[in-house]
């Protein structure tokens, strides 16, 4: 068994921000091996975070966030279960970055409940005509439609998006992983996006 030396703790705490005798036990599971004690830490955190999730926030943050040049501008509600994370640097980050992904990405709701229904037909018919066009037979239609709706959903819901600073993650996964760093549930209750001339 490899010797966990004090600078391997302090290494892999600073990457997760854990505990020491968390990140002690992580390396002595995985034999001094830093990247096996990350996803065993990741995977520990994220069980953590689930058991989170149904617990209540009513704490939190508005954050402002004005684009260089002022021509755009967002403000993003984000919640926590208490005063004291809401002021902690990790959550204040989390909330920056999510706000920045708004101004970024500008997805057009939470989740599909969010989108207007005559937004979602509007595609929907758009879709339908282009899949005509295309000669796709009638009895595939309406799987076709389906299938664009549900991507531009995973395109234009926040939660389902792509992160724009680590497009393999969602902004579900970063919010998930957040939760599992700083030990309390988060949600993102509600943005808005001001570009101007729009």
């Known amino acids: 068994m490899a010797e966990i030396t004090a600078s391997m703790v302090k290494e ?10 968390d990140c002690k036990r992580a390396l002595a599971e995985t034999d001094g091996d830093l990247e096996k004690a ?3 830490l990741r995977k ?14 009513s704490e939190g943050l508005i954050y402002s966030y004005i684009h260089t040049g002022g021509k755009l501008g967002v403000l993003v509600e984000v919640n926590c279960e208490s005063d004291f994370v809401a002021k902690t640097d990790d959550f ?13 990405a500008n997805p057009a709701g939470l989740n599909p409940e969010d989108i207007p229904e005559e937004v979602v037909n509007k595609e929907r018919e758009i879709y339908r005509s282009l899949a005509i066009e295309q000669g796709k037979p009638e009895k595939i239609l309406d799987k076709i439609v389906e ?12 939660l389902s998006q792509a992160y724009i600073r680590d497009p393999k993650k969602t902004i579900a996964d970063i919010t998930t992983e957040a939760i599992a760093k700083i030990g309390e549930n988060i949600q993102i209750k509600r943005f808005v996006r001001f570009q101007l001339g729009e």
Do not use: P, W, Y
Not at 44 to 57: E, H, P, S, V
Not at 92 to 104: D, P, Q, R, V
């Open 12 to 21: 892999l705490r600073g990457r997760t921000g854990s505990g020491i005798m």
């Open 38 to 40: 990350l996803d065993f």
């Open 44 to 57: 520990k955190g994220l069980a953590k975070a689930q058991k989170r999730a149904g617990r209540a926030t």
């Open 92 to 104: 204040l980050e989390f909330t920056k970055n999510i706000a920045m992904h708004i101004a970024a």
């Open 147 to 158: 299938g664009q709706v549900q991507k531009f959903f995973k395109d234009s819901c926040l």
